[in-house]
T-cell receptor, first 114, second 115 residues
């Protein structure tokens, strides 16, 4: 059972535009929601993360919006650049689980075109 | 941050054979993790490897298929045994930035193709 549903599967955005990737979860016991960025041939790297006690977290051009009641969270990339072209994974961790036991979404392949 | 080196980076294997993937970390870590990334799929935790003890496997993964060694605090191996085409995946070694942080560093992965 897919516990974290990510959409869209792929996304094409013009340079300078806003990229939005959405994730939804079912398990209300999740307490930590990171986003990972993966470039081709590389391992995923932590981009930004949020906990459910806040509704938004911003780091540079990257913002996570979190809606606890809807069990949804999203990644917004402002002023998208060609260098942002990568696959993005949302993830969630269950409270009380090993801190490394993340449930990942299936990923979104982002292409930013000049 | 941790630097994680994996070998091989990619390999093409024949059905029924086994392949061992090596993972070297540039610092001592208590736990090392092995993930599988199937084409178009999410990352799935295979097992956790602690130095000096048996690896802990997640549901759906068994030691006979994915034996793991952890001889010291900087090194681990994952063997994919008796491979079938369904085992074609990227296998990723990972460590945690700090105990309990949930922030993972990943190696670049080992891409296996089974014919």
């Amino acid at each position: 059972q897919q516990q974290v549903k990510q959409s869209p599967q792929s996304l094409i955005v013009q340079k300078g535009g806003i990229s939005i990737i959405n994730c939804a979860y079912e398990n209300t016991a999740f307490d930590y929601f990171p986003w990972y960025q993966q470039f081709p041939g590389k391992g995923p790297a932590l981009l930004i993360a949020i906990r459910p006690d806040v509704s938004e977290k911003k780091e540079g051009r990257f913002t996570i919006s979190f809606n606890k009641s809807a069990k949804q969270f999203s990644l917004h990339i402002m002023d998208s650049q060609p260098g942002d072209s990568a696959t993005y994974f949302c993830a969630a961790r269950r409270a009380g689980a090993g801190s490394y036991q993340l449930t990942f979404g299936k990923g979104t392949k982002l292409s930013v075109i000049p | 941050s941790a630097v994680i080196s994996q070998k091989p980076s990619r390999d093409i294997c024949q059905r029924g054979t086994s392949l061992t993937i090596q993972c070297q970390v540039d610092s001592q870590v208590t736990m090392m993790f092995w993930y599988r990334q199937q084409p178009g799929q999410s990352l799935t935790l295979i097992a956790t490897a602690n130095q000096g003890s048996e690896a802990t496997y997640e549901s759906g993964f068994v030691i006979d298929k994915f034996p793991i060694s952890r001889p010291n605090l900087t090194f681990s191996t994952l063997t994919v045994s008796n491979m079938s085409p369904e085992d074609s995946s990227i296998y990723l070694c990972s460590v945690e930035r700090g105990v309990g942080t949930g922030e993972l560093f990943f190696g670049e992965g080992s891409r296996l193709t089974v014919l």
